[in-house]
């Protein structure tokens, strides 16, 4: 694998890129997908209760004859009864135990952090979970839990990319210090959702640079920042392309640097929403110019 592993506060490694079964796998067979994963070189799989697919991912594990200990595996918890749903989802998956189980949104747990968290707190204990940690936590949710946990969350899985590092900054330097990993979901954003804003220009550079593509400069960028990558595609070619980043030269700190400040300029607006400030504003002159 190019991608090394980091350790975890519980002294537990995790690899650092893994593969997703959310997103256009939500609720599908994901059977074949993971198993192209698995061949490609993921060793990392992050599925969930709420994605509906935890028994194809048991199946294509199955299908992999891969060993168990080669294997890293996330499931997130969604709704229930915590110990009537890790069970469940572990008897979907196939699996004795997972590497790593989430509460998947704070939400999902009402107000209840301490409560919950004592839950989750068992389920490593009775051995379920070899780590154990939050996704979609903001800085506050994050600090609730840890001010009376008595094992600190081991990761916190978050939408991250440049255009909300400024915004999750401190999230992340709170975390760092006490041990929790950052994992990153969406960072291809700036790329798939808000193409031309002001991180293309500085990505473009870095990727003529190396002669890579802009992804993996993106990811590469990632990576600097020392958080884990769970990312997901259809093609092989892409996984391919995601692997490859393990390999890569890094970027210099200036063309971190730069996508940095790229980034906190925010993305671009919707084109809808430049097309309704342009009629908004022809209105306000209209009315001016009638009074």
Same mark, same amino acid.
């Given at each position: 694998?190019?991608?090394?592993?980091?350790?975890?506060?519980?002294?537990?490694?995790?690899?650092?890129?893994?593969?997703?079964?959310?997103?256009?796998?939500?609720?599908?067979?994901?059977?074949?997908?993971?198993?192209?994963?698995?061949?490609?070189?993921?060793?990392?799989?992050?599925?969930?209760?709420?994605?509906?697919?935890?028994?194809?991912?048991?199946?294509?594990?199955?299908?992999?004859?891969?060993?168990?200990?080669? #294997?890293?595996?996330? &499931? +997130?918890?969604?709704? =229930?009864?915590?110990?009537?749903?890790?069970?469940?989802?572990?008897?979907? /998956? *196939?699996?004795?135990?997972?590497?790593?189980?989430?509460?998947?949104?704070?939400?999902?747990?009402?107000?209840?952090?301490?409560?919950?968290?004592?839950?989750?707190?068992?389920?490593?204990?009775?051995?379920?979970?070899?780590?154990?940690?939050?996704?979609?936590?903001?800085?506050?949710?994050?600090?609730?839990?840890?001010?009376?946990?008595?094992?600190?969350?081991?990761?916190?899985?978050?939408?991250?990319?440049?255009?909300?590092?400024?915004?999750?900054?401190?999230?992340?330097?709170?975390?760092?210090?006490?041990?929790?990993?950052?994992?990153?979901?969406?960072? #291809?954003?700036?790329? &798939? +959702?808000?193409?031309? =804003?002001?991180?293309?220009?500085?990505?473009?550079?870095?990727?003529?640079? /190396? *002669?890579?593509?802009?992804?993996?400069?993106?990811?590469?960028?990632?990576?600097?920042?020392?958080?884990?990558?769970?990312?997901?595609?259809?093609?092989?070619?892409?996984?391919?392309?995601?692997?490859?980043?393990?390999?890569?030269?890094?970027?210099?700190?200036?063309?971190?640097?730069?996508?940095?400040?790229?980034?906190?300029?925010?993305?671009?607006?919707?084109?809808?929403?430049?097309?309704?400030?342009?009629?908004?504003?022809?209105?306000?002159?209209?009315?001016?110019?009638?009074?």
């Amino acid at each position: 694998m190019p991608f090394k592993t980091i350790k975890l506060n519980d002294g537990n490694e995790i690899p650092a890129i893994g593969f997703g079964t959310g997103s256009a796998l939500f609720g599908k067979d994901a059977t074949d997908y993971v198993i192209q994963a698995i061949e490609t070189g993921f060793s990392h799989l992050d599925t969930a209760q709420s994605y509906g697919n935890e028994g194809s991912v048991g199946e294509a594990i199955r299908e992999s004859g891969l060993s168990r200990e080669e #294997l890293f595996v996330t &499931t +997130k918890y969604w709704t =229930g009864p915590i110990q009537e749903a890790i069970r469940t989802s572990l008897s979907k /998956l *196939g699996l004795k135990y997972v590497d790593l189980y989430l509460i998947h949104q704070p939400r999902r747990v009402g107000h209840d952090f301490e409560g919950s968290w004592k839950e989750f707190e068992r389920v490593k204990e009775d051995g379920l979970a070899r780590s154990i940690g939050v996704s979609n936590f903001n800085l506050e949710q994050l600090q609730t839990i840890v001010k009376t946990a008595k094992i600190k969350p081991a990761v916190n899985q978050i939408q991250f990319h440049p255009y909300n590092y400024a915004e999750h900054k401190s999230l992340l330097e709170y975390s760092a210090k006490h041990g929790i990993v950052t994992e990153a979901y969406g960072s #291809l954003a700036p790329l &798939t +959702k808000f193409p031309g =804003g002001a991180v293309d220009a500085p990505v473009n550079v870095a990727a003529k640079r /190396l *002669g890579i593509t802009a992804n993996q400069v993106i990811f590469a960028w990632v990576k600097a920042k020392g958080v884990v990558i769970v990312t997901t595609s259809s093609k092989k070619g892409r996984l391919e392309e995601y692997l490859a980043v393990g390999d890569l030269p890094s970027l210099t700190e200036e063309e971190v640097t730069a996508i940095d400040e790229a980034g906190a300029k925010g993305p671009p607006l919707p084109r809808i929403t430049i097309a309704r400030r342009g009629a908004l504003a022809c209105t306000a002159l209209l009315a001016i110019y009638l009074f």
